[in-house]
């Protein structure tokens, strides 16, 4: 009905052109590649102990859920592929980049955009080794991070719905 | 089928509770004056029904296809942000040739489009016990008169480099919610909306500006827009792979974005009890692939299928009214709606669903037909099948 | 065309009124959770504009033609009344087989048909100064979705006796406001309408129950509805004598229930201001008669024409959202439209009317083209002709 | 769209059968032939009384309009046809029975419903005077009101406007 798509060359002029900084400012987003990752490091054991104090209010001590116990924020690690019922980062999430920018922009859930560069590192480090995906010395930047291969990674598909009578 | 007043909300407000004086002839008592806003009559009061993450609208009570704008479902990720729409602005960037930024005022001084269409959450749908109303089973929908402007119009306005095929969209809430969308949607029908039934859009719905993709899963509509960004290819953020994403087989179907078409009976329902003879059945039924093209009903357990009516102007995905006449001779029985869509897609029963996606089936994108069982003492109970 | 934020009800709300505090940055702030019940923006506050007897419909705001229910126009002749929806009845009775009262309830247990139309008040025009905004001269017409039962489903149901030509319609305000309406009408399009925009019907468009007559003068949509009598000649109540009749030259004419065609030119309007450049003139057009056949808007003072585009889906008897793109080249002018419906009648200027009625012209039934001068600093003003 | 015009012999049986007392209770309407006219009759003098108690505080002592004040209620009273700028009961209504219809169902405006059939009588008697329609002596009932030819009745006509081009 509405979609009568208006194409023009001429331009209409409304808006305001903006530079490099005031774009900077707000481009936090980070791509599968690598692309949008800041500088910084951060390794397991700091990560540890900032998870301890930031997070493990909603997710647990482990970030397991335990029968009986209804974590605020749901679990974030599990074991192996297999257990599939509880959805994690170590089961269910094909990109480590993902991580990162998650935690940098939403969590802590009641001081989003808390955190700095260094600190979600840290954290993507420590809860990729809790969910059994890195080693407990494996340091994390813009260069190794991307480079991670997620164990769920070869689970996910395009979606292969394409419209009509079928049922999928 | 009797539909007593009041009983629209029988799960929120019990008989016994306290209902406003009314003179006994009204039209011996002057009433009150014309007023800057009008408010419900105070024995309605229509309500969603809210979680800790979502609310959902009363579909049983709705008499038409446009939700009242504050009947609308909610669903957010980190609450509603209050925005100033003087300080607002959403940025388009990324593989453009001039990146801009646009408050509200730029906005509306584009060309404006408006169009009807629904939004609804991927995970709407809700089974598990008889005692469950529309509202409960499938009120993560609404529709609304959406007016802003075409995608498409700011794109050519920063000029999209030839190399873009997705865009991100960001909101400005604090989960700053980010989806990846592809680039086909924004020459296709993609908006940036503003108002919604007439007025400005309301907070939960994005105030002040929000992405409306219509058919698209609702979780995409981006409220709170504050970003674009032009890529050639998508973000992979936590939203299209550690949510919106679902089992089928051995594998997790990821950027399944349209919504198949599906419909629901909404009266009678429960808690509805209806009496032998004529009780008209009314549903919606709508698809994100397009029009409805037709309703079936059935009255006998899905044996036999009839034809109901559509409510005028059937519209492109677009919540649907349907009606069907019926007359029950008062013995029990089920009764069962569902649609086809232009494409000729007829909504599968549950048993298909996990035919064609493996036994794992879980909460997203599920549109089974969905029956109601009618007792002989007329009253209505969810048949909720269960998913293994 | 600059319509900043908050422009929208300048006259009600002056700059240096309070504003609601909103975080500095909204991404980092948790919003509040989901409610029962959605508010608008604490940014937005539309309001209708109340008199003693009326309440006008901020059209200038209008994004689109649905009017959010509490924006709706009021025009009430002794208040609005409160009536328990549980004890009101509808009473059909005098040249029918069986007289009947029908509670709510009842109405709800008939086949239900849903529209959309616009209700007018027949006085629905206002001039006199350069000041007036759309709704302060047109404000007396709303739109709404409604929903309810077919009068000829009513009028099966008690029977109506061959010798009936009319029926008497009643309220139960303290008015008991009365209208004769042909019988024709009840087998064409009336309604008894419970539902408005999906929800009950509101206050103060008659609940629990009001007639819907599309097309006719607004005051014969009687609401709170209790009575209806058939009838063979009609009653001559007060409001179709004293009132909603006008002088036609030497004579005085009387049940001229539809609404002749008329548009009206939203934006750019007092009190917006516009800039060089492209403009998207828009507006609102309707027929009591039928659909809008065709819209025309002039930006040279009336010297020429041009075709604006509808809004679809364009449905009979309904505001028809109209828009025409301009590029104003910052020269004095005026800005006119026009609306031609489907039985051809093109919306004539106030000097046709005059010369039609003659000079004693009044406030009924009077759909003159308007016009608003753009001023070479962009202000808006309407162009107030005088009325003799 | 809406107007699937359903014809249909069969009855659905919904609402209550009625009978006159529960009719009789409702049925104030009244017909320019009089058709509704209860018992009763009533006076100009008797009129002019209730009038001065019930009425004048909204209308004017007198009926009409005076320079400067407004009335809350509107003039109901005029001298002739031709100073047609205040519409008023003489110069501008088609129906004497009119006057008794509406007075009874709406007036006075603070209470309405309270006037008795025969102050609704006498008021018409007396407004129909002040307006010089009827002598100070004529007494009105169901048999003399609707005999009344009110001075405007010739002007009003029937719509028409037959829809089409034709402005009008
Ligand atoms: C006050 C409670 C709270 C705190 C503290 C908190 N979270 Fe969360 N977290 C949540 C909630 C609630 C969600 C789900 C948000 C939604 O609805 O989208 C969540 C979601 C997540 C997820 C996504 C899980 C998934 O499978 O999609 C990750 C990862 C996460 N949090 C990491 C963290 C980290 C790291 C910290 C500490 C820096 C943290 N959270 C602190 C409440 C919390
Ligand atoms: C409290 C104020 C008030 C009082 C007292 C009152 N009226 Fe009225 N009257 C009004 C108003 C206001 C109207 C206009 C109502 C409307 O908006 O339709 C009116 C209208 C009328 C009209 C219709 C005038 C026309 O030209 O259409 C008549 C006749 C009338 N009143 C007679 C009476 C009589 C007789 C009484 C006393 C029994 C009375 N009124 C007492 C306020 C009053
Ligand atoms: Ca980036
Ligand atoms: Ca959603
Ligand atoms: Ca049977
Ligand atoms: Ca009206
Ligand atoms: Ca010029
Ligand atoms: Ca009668
Ligand atoms: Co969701
Ligand atoms: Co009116």
């Not at chain 1, 059994?132 to 070869?154: C, E, H, N, Q, W």
């Not at chain 2, 992405?211 to 992979?236: A, C, H, Q, T, V």
């Not at chain 2, 198949?260 to 059945?281: F, L, M, T």
């Amino acid at each position: 009905q509405a979609n009568q798509s208006i194409k023009r060359s001429a331009k209409f002029g409304f808006g305001r052109t903006v530079g490099f900084p005031e774009i900077a400012a707000w481009d936090i987003d980070i791509r599968p590649d690598g692309m949008g990752l800041p500088k910084g490091r951060g390794e397991v054991k700091t990560g540890r102990l900032i998870y301890a104090k930031k997070c493990a209010a909603c997710h647990g001590a482990d970030g397991k859920e335990t029968t009986g116990v209804k974590l605020l924020g749901g679990a974030l690690v599990s074991d192996s592929l297999s257990g599939r019922k509880v959805k994690t980062i170590g089961n269910y999430w094909p990109f480590a980049t993902t991580l990162f920018d998650y935690i940098r922009r939403a969590m802590p859930y009641n001081l989003p955009g808390s955190l700095n560069n260094e600190e979600v590192y840290s954290l993507s480090a420590y809860l990729l080794f809790a969910n059994k995906v890195i080693k407990a010395d494996v340091v994390l930047d813009a260069v190794s991070l991307p480079k991670i291969i997620m164990p769920a990674r070869k689970l996910f598909v395009m979606d292969d719905r394409k419209g009509g009578k079928e049922i999928k | 089928a009797v539909l007593p007043v009041n009983n629209l909300f029988a799960s929120q407000r019990s008989p016994q509770d306290f209902l406003p004086l009314a003179p006994e002839d009204p039209t011996k008592v002057p009433g009150q004056g014309p007023s800057p806003l009008g408010k419900r009559s105070p024995f309605e009061s229509p309500v969603r029904k809210p979680s800790d993450i979502s609310s959902r609208t009363p579909l049983q009570d709705m008499h038409g296809t446009i939700t009242p704008s504050d009947l609308h479902f909610e669903r957010h990720h980190a609450g509603i942000p209050t925005i100033d729409p003087a300080i607002h602005e959403l940025l388009i960037h990324g593989l453009v040739e001039t990146p801009i930024k646009f408050t509200l005022a730029d906005l509306k001084k584009f060309p404006s489009v408006t169009r009807i269409c629904f939004i609804e959450c991927a995970g709407n749908f809700r089974t598990g016990k008889e005692e469950m109303t529309p509202q409960d089973i499938l009120g993560l929908t609404s529709q609304s008169e959406w007016t802003g402007v075409m995608l498409s119009t700011l794109f050519n306005e920063v000029g999209i480099d030839p190399s873009a095929k997705w865009f991100l969209a960001e909101g400005s809430d604090a989960a700053v919610m980010t989806r990846t969308i592809p680039l086909s949607k924004a020459w296709d029908d993609a908006m940036v909306v503003y108002a919604q039934n007439g007025e400005a859009i309301r907070p939960e719905q994005g105030y002040p500006m929000r992405l409306l993709l219509p058919g698209f899963e609702g979780n995409m509509n981006i409220k709170w827009l504050r970003r674009i960004k032009l890529s050639d290819e998508p973000y992979m953020t936590r939203e299209e792979t550690s949510k919106y994403t679902y089992p089928v087989k051995d594998r997790i179907r990821m950027f399944s974005f349209e919504l198949d078409a599906r419909s629901i009976i909404i009266y009678p329902a429960y808690p509805a009890k209806i009496n032998k003879g004529y009780v008209q059945i009314r549903g919606i039924a709508w698809s994100g692939r397009g029009k409805v093209e037709k309703v079936e009903v059935s009255t006998d357990r899905g044996q036999t299928w009839q034809i109901a009516n559509l409510q005028e102007p059937v519209l492109s995905k677009a919540h649907t009214y349907f009606r069907y006449e019926w007359n029950w001779d008062g013995d029990a029985t089920e009764i069962l709606s569902r649609v086809t869509d232009e494409t000729g897609y007829l909504q599968p029963t549950l048993q298909q669903l996990i035919e064609a996606r493996g036994p794992d089936i879980s909460g997203y994108h599920m549109n089974p037909v969905t029956a109601w069982k009618i007792n002989k003492d007329g009253t209505v109970l969810f048949k909720a099948e269960p998913l293994k």
